[in-house]
């Protein structure tokens, strides 16, 4: 009897992991848009630029290494995102199940992800850009030379003969 149990558990987790959505990338939703068209998969990536409001809902675009996917859901499911990627900051890294739309009917025909569960990965963090040193030498020196160049043509022309 236990033996049965047993085996019932472990047919049910098989298939429990068998209907989850596909993991995919931007490549394949590029290079295989057909097929993903109207199923539900998970994408992960980073959230980059400005969540866009639109009523009740949202829209964020999540980036993964070749590419970025526009990303349409309710306001509630983006609460948890506080970094966007940009110059300063690495933004959160998210993973997003929901419906591929190759052609989106309900958007005028753009490419996007209609969100069902968004899900945080990773928090993103402040991202430090120390100062070159030569760089900051260099925006000392040139204005200088410039200033200097530019006195000596006025002297030039002052005393250039008409």
């Not at 199923?39 to 980059?48: D, R």
């Not at 966007?84 to 992800?113: A, L, N």
Request: charged share 20%; aromatic share 8%.
């Amino acid at each position: 009897m236990l033996r049965n149990i047993f085996i019932a558990c472990l047919f049910l987790s098989a298939f429990c992991l068998s209907v989850q959505a596909a993991t995919v990338s931007s490549v394949d939703l590029r290079e295989d848009s057909p097929k993903y068209d109207g199923q539900t998969i998970t994408f992960q990536g980073e959230v980059i630029g400005d969540i866009i409001v639109s009523g009740e809902f949202v829209w964020i675009n999540v980036k993964d290494q070749t590419g970025a996917v526009g990303v349409f859901c309710p306001k509630e499911l983006v609460e948890g995102i506080e970094y966007k990627g940009e110059y300063r900051f690495s933004g959160d890294i998210i993973s997003v199940k929901g419906v591929f739309h190759e052609r989106c009917p309900q958007h005028g025909g753009d490419t996007d992800i209609h969100a069902q569960k968004i899900t945080l990965i990773e928090k993103g963090e402040q991202i430090e850009h120390p100062l070159n040193p030569q760089k900051i030498k260099a925006s000392i020196i040139l204005p200088s030379i410039v200033f200097v160049l530019a006195i000596i043509h006025l002297i030039v022309r002052k005393f250039r003969k008409p």
